[in-house]
């Protein structure tokens, strides 16, 4: 998967003003997590999870204008922590438990952070309908302990992916296109996220926004993260070589306020892999699916 990430209509893994603070909250989850708690795995194959195939899913951000926010009131959103359950690797079927850091929060209209995408912006129309910036995903990669199919297999790196983000409000929904390329050099390809958007409900308790997508993968990146080298095969893994192909995902997040200072916050995203990902020989299961709830302090 790639980047699980909250929904980025009302904001979902933006990125503060100050990059370092995104990257942060990033690297903090592909670093590892605060404390793992391993849910049992199922006897056939199993999985780590790249939360990358949409990874994330991000929540559509206001759109930025030119003038700056004022100091006393350019935050708002939620801060939390709580367990986040994802696959083992994407493809998997084992599943895992991090302890991770739930923020979804906005400097004004100039930066955002969420779970699993965060990103400034660069430009913003007058109309307050059409934005242009930076955005940052993570992408998970596996260690052969993780998955039965993956035995014997050389480690795949972590990566965070950097690239142009577009997005544009369209009144009913909301459409974010961001072209990536790794920053790491773990795969060292590129990528290509379309997210549509849509807040369903927002009252003095409740938030909940939706969203579909699809995650492009590039030769290089399929092939490092899915793919299987000459010298990685087996008579039951043959060397293999998925080439470019489109994952689609779907998703949901928000938050239910208990009090004027604390909220619990939640999320749901489910990816489908297709093309030649899904036939891959490590892919145990074209669905990943991935979930949070925390507890967070309201900015």
Do not use: H
Request: glycine share 10%; with cysteine; proline share 7%.
């Amino acid at each position: 998967m790639s980047n699980p990430a909250p929904l980025r209509a009302s904001n979902t893994l933006s990125t503060t003003v100050r990059p370092a603070a995104c990257l942060a909250a990033l690297l903090a989850l592909a670093a590892g997590p605060l404390r793992a708690e391993p849910t049992a795995e199922p006897a056939a194959t199993s999985a780590t999870p790249a939360i990358s195939v949409a990874a994330a899913t991000p929540s559509m951000p206001a759109t930025p204008t030119a003038a700056a926010p004022s100091a006393k009131s350019a935050w708002s959103g939620t801060v939390g922590l709580g367990p986040m359950v994802f696959p083992k690797y994407t493809g998997g079927n084992g599943m895992r438990t991090w302890l991770v850091p739930l923020i979804s929060a906005s400097y004004g209209d100039t930066a955002y952070i969420e779970p699993l995408r965060a990103g400034a912006y660069l430009w913003g129309s007058d109309d307050r309908k059409m934005a242009l910036g930076l955005a940052v995903e993570p992408r998970f990669g596996f260690q052969a302990r993780d998955g039965a199919r993956l035995a014997g297999m050389a480690t795949r790196r972590n990566s965070l992916e950097v690239g142009p983000a577009f997005d544009w409000d369209l009144g009913v929904v909301a459409i974010d296109l961001s072209l990536f390329t790794d920053l790491t050099n773990s795969s060292r390809g590129l990528s290509q996220r379309l997210y549509v958007y849509r807040e369903f409900l927002k009252d003095g308790r409740w938030k909940l926004n939706g969203f579909v997508g699809a995650d492009r993968l590039g030769s290089r990146t399929a092939n490092y993260f899915f793919g299987v080298a000459a010298d990685e095969a087996t008579a039951a893994r043959p060397a293999y070589r998925p080439g470019a192909s489109t994952n689609a995902t779907l998703g949901l997040d928000g938050a239910y306020k208990l009090s004027r200072d604390y909220s619990l916050v939640f999320g749901l995203q489910a990816a489908r892999l297709n093309g030649g990902i899904a036939r891959s020989p490590i892919v145990a299961t074209r669905q990943a699916n991935l979930g949070w709830l925390g507890l967070a302090w309201n900015l």
